[in-house]
Nanobody, 118 residues
Framework: QVQLVESGGGLVQAGGSLRLSCAAS????????MGWYRQAPGKQRELVAV???????DYADSVKGRFTISRDNAKNTVYLQMNSLKPEDTAVYYC????????????WGQGTLVTVSS
């Protein structure tokens, strides 16, 4: 069973920085993509950033130039460095993994709350 454990959320003032981490454990033969999504109160979950197996990345327009996604393949861990945070970045951030274990898997983390105060 593949599991994701997130850490790094918290309260920060506008303009500050946070770094989220997401570690995958279990039987994983291949990771096609790992990414971060977020869901603010009353809104739908949206993609923030994704990194695919070849190393390519993609970002939501709202975070381009401020957030950076990276990964440590040896640790099956993905990071999200968030700089110049804005109050509108406040949300629960979820890690997502798509890959293969004994078959295709898509797994979500439990979520970590990021609160940006003005």
């Amino acid at each position: 069973q593949v599991q994701l454990v997130e850490s790094g959320g918290g309260l920060v003032q506008a303009g500050g920085s946070l770094r989220l981490s997401c570690a995958a454990s279990g039987i994983i033969f291949n990771i096609n993509a790992m990414g971060w999504y977020r869901q603010a109160p009353g809104k739908q979950r949206e993609l923030v950033a994704v990194i695919i197996s070849g190393g390519s990345t993609d970002y939501a327009d709202s975070v381009k130039g401020r957030f950076t996604i990276s990964r440590d393949n040896a640790k099956n861990t993905v990071y999200l460095q968030m700089n110049s945070l804005k109050p509108e970045d406040t949300a629960v951030y979820y890690c997502n993994l798509r890959g293969s274990s004994y078959g295709y898997v898509e797994v979500w983390g439990q979520g970590t709350l990021v609160t940006v105060s003005s």
